[in-house]
């Protein structure tokens, strides 16, 4: 849960700005959305690559109630005082392997996932050391096949776990699970796995179980699936401004607006004649006499080396394209002829406000998801907040809470 911050009166390299008001604005639209469940703001992978604890506080202040992470250690981060996190939110976790810290999670109050027997014995023991019952949630696999209880084995697990729990060793606080599909509107997969979610709710609540949550819905089905809301909202991605999926719509279809703006300063701009070869292997040769700029981002910053010749960037109000092979640290843009200057800004994707290209459209460009394209954005670019406690001024229109 790594959090960096631009140096003091340094200029950058490059930067990831992530404007707060905009995450702040994009919980409240969600929470419309749903307005009779909770919202869990997902903040796994360092807040999809924005920040953990500055996403999270922002999120905590603009509604949501619970946080989400997937590593225990990305929970334990959230928990610890310099996170800022108020105590009262709660905190789940749901990656969990053999050895984990569980006395830790449950020390912290964070509520941690079983999904087999296995868990709930580490679980058990952990309790015991602590002193104190854990916080648990079942999870239940309806048809994604990745974490979760399988139908077969689901009674099995909601019986151990009643059991621990007349023992005094946890409480069973939540029932879940995850969609496979829900970014595919009418996916006959969809139906399929709420009906078999509610099938394993009724079973548990029928043998004792009295959750304070039942939880399905992610983005997609936050955004698209009302019957899917139950107590609790789940969303990821949307909170940073990103639709889920082309299929179902665009950010502003649904009223959101993209939290990170990558941008870099040039660090070189040359004349070049025609005929040059540009970066490795000459995949890209100059078309005639021309001006070449060189952005100081490659693979190792997470540009995406299959972007190489396609992906898109703004300079000086002009839409260029990667020339030739990304490299580890640095890619080169054909400036047609312009010569802007060394230290001239180009923007390789944000809101899309002045023009400046999508994460959506590097997505395309790299053959993958927007999810990925913003977290993997590394940890050598500094992640520059905007707009922190910024709560009397703010929306979904670039021109307020600037904060800048």
């Given amino acids: 849960m790594k959090e960096t911050v631009a140096p003091s009166g340094a200029e950058l390299r490059a930067r990831a700005e992530i404007d707060l008001a905009a995450l702040r604005a994009n919980v409240r639209t969600l929470r419309e959305r749903a307005p009779g469940a909770a919202l869990m703001a997902v903040v796994k992978a360092d807040a999809y ?3 953990a604890a500055a996403c999270a506080r922002a999120a905590v202040e603009a509604g949501a109630t ?3 992470t997937a590593t225990p250690q990305e929970a334990l981060a959230l928990r610890a005082p310099e996170s800022g996190v108020p105590d009262d939110v709660r905190v789940m976790c749901w990656l969990w392997t053999p050895g984990g810290p569980w ?3 449950i020390e912290a109050g964070v509520d941690v996932s079983l999904s087999g027997t296995w868990a709930l014995d580490e679980v058990i023991r952990a309790a015991r050391l602590a002193g104190r019952p854990a916080r648990v949630q079942l999870k239940a696999d309806t048809g994604l096949g990745r974490g979760g209880c399988q139908p077969a084995d689901w009674a099995g697990l909601v ?4 059991r621990a729990e007349a023992e005094g060793l946890l409480r069973i606080t939540g029932l879940w699970s995850h969609f496979a599909c829900a970014d595919e509107p009418g996916h006959p997969s969809i139906a399929a796995q709420l009906s078999r979610f509610r099938e394993m709710v009724a079973y548990a609540e029928g043998q004792g179980v009295d959750p304070e949550v039942r939880h399905i819905a992610n983005s997609p089905a936050t955004l698209t699936l009302p019957e899917s809301h139950f107590d609790l909202v789940r969303p990821g991605i949307a909170l940073y401004g990103v639709s889920p999926s082309p299929e179902i719509g665009t950010s502003a279809d649904f009223g959101l607006r993209p939290v990170m703006t990558l941008s870099a300063s040039l660090a070189l701009v040359k004349h070049v004649p025609g005929g040059h070869g540009v970066s490795y292997g000459h995949h890209y040769v100059t078309p005639g006499a021309t001006t ?3 952005v100081p981002l490659g693979y190792a910053d997470g540009i995406p080396r299959h972007a190489s010749a396609a992906g898109p960037v703004l300079v000086e109000g002009k839409w260029r394209t990667v020339a030739g092979r990304v490299a580890m640290d640095q890619f080169v843009v054909d400036l ?6 060394p230290g001239a800004e180009a923007v390789l994707f944000g809101p899309g406000d002045r023009g400046e290209p999508t994460a959506e459209d590097w997505a395309q460009a790299a053959g ?3 999810y990925e394209i913003v977290t993997r954005i590394g940890h050598r670019v500094p992640r520059v907040h905007v707009n922190e406690g910024n709560e009397g001024n703010e929306g979904n229109d670039p021109e307020e809470g600037s904060g800048r």
């Fill in 103 to 105: 006395r830790e999670a």
């Fill in 292 to 294: 070449l700029g060189l």
């Fill in 336 to 341: 047609g002829g312009d010569d802007p200057g």
């Fill in 66 to 68: 619970w946080l989400g």
């Fill in 368 to 370: 993958t998801i927007a």
């Fill in 49 to 51: 690559g924005h920040g």
């Fill in 159 to 162: 019986a151990g776990a009643l």
